[in-house]
Structures are given as structure tokens and as C-alpha cells.
């Protein structure tokens, strides 16, 4: 994880090569915890990066920088924790 963008997305590092299509897929961190969802990939070829709409409050989330997060693959989704309901993510956040 590199940073949380101005757009309240993490900016994450891929490892190439990217193989199909990533867009969709959550991310979580090592113990499962689910903090966001890949909105698009940017950046060369050779070295990608997502950007992942944040599903963590904004405070939360700049903890996370740093550390290490994972896919979660299509159809191990029930395998990974959710961030608990009525929490505010980072896009319902007042400016």
C-alpha cells in the first residue's frame, strides 16, 4: 500500500504481470478484513498500480498505508471479513 489519494482512494503497488481483468476485486489485509474494492489500474505496463475505493472511515484508512494487502479472488468473497454496517466509509465523509 502506498498512500490514500486527494480522491480518498488507495494508491497500491501490483506485482506484474497482471493477468485478467482486476477491476471489482476487494482487497483485504493479512487477517481477511476487506478495506476496499479495485475501481481501476494505472500507471505502465511494467509497473501498475490500482487505485481501491476505500470501504474504511478516512482516519482508519491512513493506518493501513504501508502494510500489506492481497486479492481476495472471485468466489472466496464469504472466506473474508466485512467492515462492520453503519460505519461511514470514506465517500460518505463530509468534506
Avoid: C, W
Wanted: glycine content about 8%.
Amino acid at each position: 500500500m502506498v498512500r490514500v489519494t486527494r480522491s480518498r482512494n488507495f494508491l497500491v503497488k501490483l506485482k506484474p504481470p497482471i493477468k485478467g481483468d482486476l477491476k471489482d476485486l476487494k482487497v483485504a489485509l493479512d487477517d481477511l478484513t476487506v478495506i476496499g474494492v479495485i475501481s481501476d489500474i494505472i500507471g505502465p505496463v511494467h509497473e501498475p498500480y490500482a487505485l481501491v475505493k476505500v470501504l474504511l472511515p478516512l482516519d482508519e484508512a491512513r493506518g493501513v498505508v504501508g502494510r500489506r494487502v492481497y486479492l481476495v479472488e472471485r468466489g472466496d468473497e464469504r472466506l473474508v471479513k466485512h467492515p462492520p454496517k453503519g460505519i461511514k466509509t470514506s465517500d460518505q465523509v463530509e468534506r
